[in-house]
């Protein structure tokens, strides 16, 4: 489970972190906003490829272990309360009739 959740968190990360690096640099520059194309644009035309990958180990390093505690997480509580049963042992014997 925890490794479902920790490749969960890779794949993520892969996915979503360009717009996070938007975001980011989008709340760092409170004066003006921002245009998304333009700023990719000028990512790439000043830093290169390498621009877009500032910060990316600290979301990786964040996101892996999260996704995986979150997925542990959900699935135990999961598995133990769908064996909880809320009637009492009288409520159950009254609808089975005995």
């Given at each position: 489970m925890a490794m479902s959740g920790?490749?969960?968190?890779?794949?993520y990360?892969?996915?979503a972190f360009v717009f996070d690096l938007l975001k980011?640099?989008?709340q760092f520059d409170k004066k003006k906003q921002i245009n998304y194309k333009?700023?990719?644009s000028r990512i790439y035309r000043e830093e290169g490829?390498?621009?877009f990958l500032n910060g990316y180990q600290?979301?990786?390093l964040r996101d892996f272990p999260g996704f995986a505690f979150?997925?542990?997480s959900y699935e135990l509580i999961k598995r133990n309360l769908s064996s909880f049963d809320p009637q009492t042992e009288e409520q159950s014997t009254l609808k089975k009739g005995a």
């Open positions: 920790a490749f969960a968190g890779f794949c990360t892969n996915v980011v640099r989008a333009q700023e990719i490829l390498k621009g600290g979301m990786l979150y997925f542990m």
